[in-house]
């Protein structure tokens, strides 16, 4: 162990070496996960998983898993785990969590779907605009199609073409968020991008979280409908906002005309009515998805009197069905019953208490270990979630918290928690807790990440 305050340096062969040796005792637990694995990709699965990110799990297969209750998991080898990746959100719940089964339960033996409302839409509603402090809601099927139709209407009411997002970003599978800035200046594609249907250029805008002076300067050409934004950046790390930042995004997006987007999706760990209601932001929408109703399929928008009256004002009423808008299942009864159950006894004031006292365990956790190990890293918790990076310095924008990434030990990480019961987020080292978390399982990875600790920078 090197000695607190000293920076330990962490030789790459190290790494590889103890990659090897937690790829063989992957391997070896997991036998069946590997067969299930070896006969999907003979066919009948394109990628070998039924959606192809999937194989983005550290390991060199994925594990299929048998069953998920509350914060565990366990799979078709009989490993049972400490859950902290919770479906990347979808369940910070808990998986499968009572209240909400029993509405979804009660309302599936009497119509799912039909075209028309169910009662549970206007408590769902009321509920939404008492949280995030908007009055009026849509329902769909997934936070990207939240995004995307609050996008359209933006772009509708405003009569302008492009959108601003943040370098970096992620919200869903929206076709004008794919932008990135290139090393000089330049807004292109970024990478992975499949099939875009024309030039991101043409769409979006982007400017760093962060960075008031070049939102200005973009918003400045008067021909942005909206800035689509997570209030704190959790998809490259944890990005936070410094202070001023949103109170100065706010008074730029108003002095142009610009709508602001708050898409709350992740950042819903910051408390009942999420980051917006922690920190009283104003948005003119505000987008989610994910754990709302408690996994089942369900995304909303939200938007504010003034953008409403605008939108009615401008909806074709006998085309509503073909405008860019919609989703026959969008709305439907089972996931508005599972919302009212997720809301109203699941994601309580008194539940993110708890899970938010999870999450400051886990980084102090992290923290202590990092210290004295003499490691360069950091820990950040925004609400109920924490994450660390493998730089010392806390990054400001989303280039920065790039540039920390290191894809090798990063690998190394999540297999080597895997191994030993714990699992983190696929895509970087998140942790989120849910209400069904307990402290027995924020100390299974503490022990684990203070053993890989030891072990990275041994002498
Ligand atoms: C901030 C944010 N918004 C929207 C989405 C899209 O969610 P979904 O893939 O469930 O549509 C994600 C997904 O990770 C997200 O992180």
């Not at 799990?57 to 998920?68: K, L, M, N, T, V």
């Not at 366990?74 to 509405?103: F, I, K, N, Q, R």
């Not at 099939?195 to 400017?207: K, S, Y």
């Not at 906002?241 to 992740?266: C, K, Q, S, Y």
Request: glycine share 10%; charged share 25%; aromatic share 6%.
């Amino acid at each position: 162990m090197s000695r607190p305050g000293t920076t330990a340096t962490i030789p790459r062969e190290r790494i590889a070496a103890l990659m090897e040796r937690e790829r063989e005792r992957f391997a070896s637990g997991h036998q069946r996960s590997r067969k299930l694995h070896e006969r999907a990709l003979e066919g009948p699965l394109l990628s070998g998983v039924p959606m192809n990110w999937m194989t983005r799990w550290p390991g060199q297969f994925p594990i299929y898993f048998a069953e998920a209750k509350g914060a565990r998991i366990v799979d078709v080898d009989g490993v049972e785990y400490a859950d902290l990746c919770l479906g990347d959100t979808g369940a910070m719940t808990g998986h499968s969590p009572a209240p909400t089964v029993a509405a979804a339960s009660e309302r599936l033996g009497r119509g799912i779907t039909t075209m028309l409302p169910s009662e549970d839409a206007l408590p769902v509603g009321d509920e939404m605009a008492r949280r995030f402090g908007l009055r009026h809601w849509q329902f769909t099927l997934s936070a990207t199609d939240a995004n995307r139709f609050a996008i359209r209407l933006c772009r509708q009411v405003t009569g302008r073409p492009r959108i601003l997002v943040f370098n970096h970003c992620y919200h869903g599978s929206v076709d004008e968020t794919f932008a990135t800035l290139s090393a000089d200046g330049r807004v292109v594609a970024r990478e992975g991008n499949v099939g875009p249907p024309v030039d991101l250029a043409e769409t979006t805008r982007v400017v760093e979280f962060n960075d008031a002076g070049a939102l200005e300067r973009e918003l400045a050409y008067g021909d942005v409908a909206c800035v689509l934004a997570e209030p704190a950046m959790t998809n490259v790390g944890i990005v936070l906002a410094e202070p001023g930042f949103h109170d100065r995004m706010r008074e730029l997006t108003r002095a142009t005309g610009t709508l602001l987007v708050i898409d709350e999706t992740h950042t819903l760990c910051c408390g009942p009515g999420g980051y917006t209601a922690a920190e009283g932001l104003e948005p003119d929408l505000l987008t989610i998805g994910k754990p709302i109703a408690g996994g089942i399929p369900t995304g909303a928008y939200g938007m504010s009197d003034a953008v409403a009256e605008r939108v009615r004002a401008r909806t074709d009423w006998d085309n509503a069905d073909v405008g860019g808008i919609g989703g026959t299942l969008a709305g439907n009864a089972l996931s508005l019953a599972s919302v009212r159950g997720t809301l109203t006894e699941v994601l309580t004031d008194d539940a993110f208490e708890r899970m938010t006292a999870l999450a400051d365990r886990f980084e102090a956790a992290v923290a202590r270990s990092i210290a004295e190990h003499g490691l360069s890293w950091q820990v950040t918790r925004l609400g109920c979630r924490a994450e660390y990076m493998f730089a010392p310095d806390r990054p400001r924008t989303g280039a920065e918290a790039s540039a920390e990434f290191d894809p090798e030990l990063d690998a190394l990480m999540h297999l080597y928690m895997l191994n030993r019961r714990v699992l983190m987020t696929p895509f970087h080292m998140m942790a989120l807790m849910s209400p069904a978390t307990t402290e027995a399982d924020v100390d299974s990875h503490s022990e684990a990440f203070a053993e890989a600790a030891e072990e990275l920078t041994a002498a």
